[in-house]
């Protein structure tokens, strides 16, 4: 069955460093998102994808946050100056089309910035 | 944002049906209904999804109310591996991406 991979699985990062969250979402699918989990809470959404530029963002998605898709396969979230606030379960997620029947996510990358 | 409202928990013997329920009283006409869940420590998993009848796949059925404000996940024969939080979804024509709420935690009781 096809997945989403996420790595690494789990990542600590001092304060104030960037931080590159890695995603291959699953192949023949055209839209990605990434949200986050912060420990006890809900899962929040922070962007999604397609074509090459973002389509929609939350209001946590703010200029610390970029995603590229620097290849044909990699999906990638970076963080340019991390803050405790952001520690974290970091979610990609992946759809065939636009209309979002299926969504497929992944395993989740867990942030903890110290 | 169309909204959902769902109970916090539950709780089900195992083997037993569990019917989830979800309202959303300010659903649009082309709003999708998604039923997502979460097991512990793992990202959310697709489970199914409806317009206006009711669908039924490997993992669940979902019953949508004539009306649409409400809709019923139906898990048949729960398992302790059906212990998880339950997300009601509603995406805005199919075009909005999962906006999760707080979900229904289920337990299931051996």
């Known amino acids: 069955e096809p997945e989403v991979t996420q790595t690494p699985s789990h990542q600590v990062t001092q304060m104030g460093q960037e931080v590159i969250l890695r995603c291959v979402p699953i192949?023949?699918?055209?839209?990605f998102y990434w949200y986050r989990q912060i420990l006890g809470q809900k899962v929040e959404f922070l962007v999604s994808?397609?074509?090459?530029?973002?389509?929609?963002k939350s209001e946590i998605f703010d200029d610390q946050f970029s995603v590229e898709r620097p290849d044909g396969s990699n999906f990638t979230l970076k963080i340019r100056s991390t803050k405790l606030e952001d520690s974290a379960m970091y979610f990609c997620?992946?759809?065939?089309?636009?209309?979002?029947?299926?969504?497929?996510f992944g395993q989740g990358t867990r942030l903890t910035v110290v | 944002d169309a909204k959902t409202t769902q109970p916090n928990s539950m709780e089900s013997n195992e083997e037993e049906p569990v019917h989830l329920p979800c309202n959303h009283s300010?659903?649009?006409?082309?709003?999708?209904i998604h039923w997502y869940r979460q097991l512990p420590s793992q990202g959310p998993e697709y489970v199914i999804h409806?317009?206006?009848s009711n669908v039924n796949n490997r993992m669940a059925s979902l019953a949508i109310a004539e009306d649409r404000k409400s809709s019923t996940l139906i898990l048949h024969r729960a398992t302790l591996r059906d212990a998880a939080v339950y997300y009601c979804?509603?995406?805005?024509?199919?075009?909005?991406?999962?906006?999760f709420g707080k979900g229904t935690r289920l337990s299931v009781i051996a």
């Open positions: 997620a992946s759809s065939e089309g636009r209309v979002v029947t299926e969504a497929f």
């Open positions: 192949s023949n699918h055209l839209y």
């Open positions: 994808f397609y074509n090459n530029e973002i389509s929609e």
């Open positions: 300010t659903i649009s006409g082309t709003d999708y």
């Open positions: 409806g317009l206006t």
């Open positions: 979804i509603l995406s805005i024509s199919g075009n909005t991406p999962l906006v």
